[in-house]
């Protein structure tokens, strides 16, 4: 199974930050990487797939980069709606893994 | 706009089976992967299976293999997730997330929470 890793497991950051989130894979895995936002009790939400493609509707201050082993997810300037946590998960191969979450909380 | 909507919260006790639904609605069912993954309380998000509504076909996660059985009814555009042999690490939120091609996640259902206890 590929490990996927993050880092850091959290963060505290002030409205208008700008915040990047890292997310190592134990293998390579080209850019099957996607990106989602988990607020408390709720659903997670789609952000990024292919490491750097937006999902329909996510605003441009999210953007993701990287192919390979390493990547990462960059908020341009933090807003009050974007303290959650955030996952990386791989889809290079099954079975399908997921890091262990970034909380990103206010300063 | 496409929805998926669950079932409500189960508590089950150690050793029975639990089936959560999960109902489409804003778009052609058969025409995505429907994924099924879970977060026990506190902790990450991990990953089920899929299946194909289209063919019925299913991918089921090793650690599951055996115990999971993803089914599908197209006449009601909805996938069901049946999980035996229930545990107490069993307990967590299950959501049913649609795929487009290449595994990629763009829907989420809202989730259901099943409790295994005694």
Known sequence: DIQMTQSPSSLSASVGDRVTITCRASQGISTYLAWFQQKPGKAPKSLIYSASSLQSGVPSKFSGSGSGTDFTLTISSLQPEDFATYYCQQYNSYPLTFGGGTKVEIK | ?118
């Open chain 2, 1 to 118: 706009q496409v929805q998926l909507v669950q079932s409500g919260a189960e508590v089950k006790k150690p050793g029975a089976s639990v089936k959560v639904s999960c109902k489409a609605s804003g778009y052609t069912f058969t025409g995505y992967y429907m994924h099924w993954v879970r977060q026990a309380p506190g902790q990450g998000l991990e990953w089920m299976g899929w299946i194909d509504p289209n063919s019925g076909g299913t991918n089921y996660a090793q650690k599951f293999q055996g115990r999971v059985t993803m089914t599908r009814d197209t006449s009601i555009s909805t996938a069901y997730m049946d999980l035996r042999g229930l545990r107490s690490d069993d307990t967590a939120m299950y959501y049913c997330a649609r795929a487009r091609t290449g595994d990629i996640f763009d829907y989420w259902g809202q989730g259901t929470l099943v409790t295994v206890s005694s």
